[in-house]
């Protein structure tokens, strides 16, 4: 377990938040580190790896035809996996890890979104490195944007 995920775990007990996401570029990797956390059974509801179009569209409500590496698609994956575990904040991650580019993204553009009782977002990354390197600093990125959320 990172320091990290022992930040969120101390966060989300101290505001008493439950957490989710929804993974299309890790596919479960960001859900096992988060679940690793102390209490996770309290405060972190689950995820959703939705790696196919048609999975984001049928279960997490995306817009069909949208780019699926985009902050549009970001935004709805996590609004999508807030709505269906019924958690207060929920994160997303989707993107390309290359080791190619894909749809005419370059590998590493990374898009990670987030939805709140008041807000929903996103933001923009380009990270480097192989693909497991773009995997592991989407995982970082994603847990501490959800220390964020939970401070507010």
């Known amino acids: ?6 930040q969120l775990a101390d966060a989300a007990r101290a505001h008493e938040v439950r ?4 993974e299309s570029l890790t ?3 960001l859900a096992s580190t988060i679940g690793a956390g102390t209490d ?3 405060w972190f ?26 902050a549009a698609c970001a935004e709805q994956l996590a609004r999508g996996v807030k ?7 929920a994160v997303s991650t989707t993107g390309v890890g290359g080791p190619d580019p894909q749809d005419g993204h370059p590998p590493g553009t ?11 977002g996103h933001r923009r990354l380009a990270l480097s490195g192989s693909p497991e390197d773009v995997l592991a600093q989407t995982v970082e990125a994603s847990i501490a944007l959800l220390v964020e959320l939970v401070g507010r």
């Open 45 to 70: 509801a689950g995820g959703v790896v939705a790696y196919q179009m048609q999975v984001k569209e049928e279960v997490l409500g995306v817009e069909p035809g949208i780019d699926p590496c985009s």
């Open 1 to 6: 377990m990172t320091q990290q995920t022992e």
């Open 110 to 120: 990374v898009f990670l979104g987030w939805a709140t009782a008041s807000e929903v």
């Open 27 to 29: 596919c479960g990797k």
């Open 19 to 22: 957490i989710a996401v929804a």
């Open 40 to 42: 996770a059974e309290n």
């Open 83 to 89: 709505r269906l575990l019924g958690v207060d904040v």
